[in-house]
């Protein structure tokens, strides 16, 4: 009889120490189950705003693109224009008048104009092209000294 | 007999916690990716609010475009005025 009630008391503990191991799975199997589906919605956020993203930010680049052709046109013939009828040394001159140091710079489609030197001028008065006022350049001069 | 209890002292010391260890371990790594992923889907979010301004790029164009023209007809009108003023 003792044997009998051995081997059940052996068996018994084996069955509940199966039992808490397999409960054990259980609990974390499941919550790591709920983590990953808090996780899959958490991506399906993500996805959204990001699609949301790339869909948004397509056309700048084109845009961008386009605009900066557009002012560079701009800038072309405006420095064009401003060499053509004031010479190279006054534009150079009148530039360096208006932004101090920009005559170091030169203009974009004049290379040689970085070689020029600018007539003595004062960045705020405007004292080196603008005071010998030729007709040419009295114009410009005139607008650029009245600028706000 | 006596190696059936050693098998069941084994199961409740040692396998059951390793394995409750190792499980453990597991659900704390995939808990804690749920706050970094929430943070990164607010993150995006808000990036994509932060852009709602790009549609108004198209009308930047329209009026860089159109200033453009404006200074190029100046420019013209310029080189006219210029010409006739030397």
Known sequence: ?????????????????????????????????????????????VIAGVSEIVEKSEPVNGIVTTINQQLDAG??????????????????????????????AGFRNFPESTAVTAPRTASST???????????TSTICRAASERP | MTLWWIGDVVLLVIVLPVVVYLLGRVLAAATSIVPSVQAIAAVAARGSKDLDAAALLLTTQDQATQTIAGVANYGGSLDVILDDAG
């Open chain 1, 75 to 104: 800038v072309d013939a405006l420095e064009g224009l401003l060499v053509k009828k004031a010479g190279m040394a006054d534009a150079v001159g009148l530039v360096e008048g208006l932004y101090a140091g920009a005559a170091a």
């Open chain 1, 126 to 136: 405007l004292a080196g092209p603008c005071s010998r006022q030729s007709s040419t």
């Open chain 1, 1 to 45: 009889m003792v044997p009998v009630l051995a081997v059940a008391a052996v068996g018994v503990v084996m069955i509940v120490a199966v039992v808490l191991i397999v409960a054990a799975l259980v609990y974390y199997l499941v919550s790591v189950i709920l983590a990953l589906r808090a996780i899959t919605v958490g991506l399906d956020e």
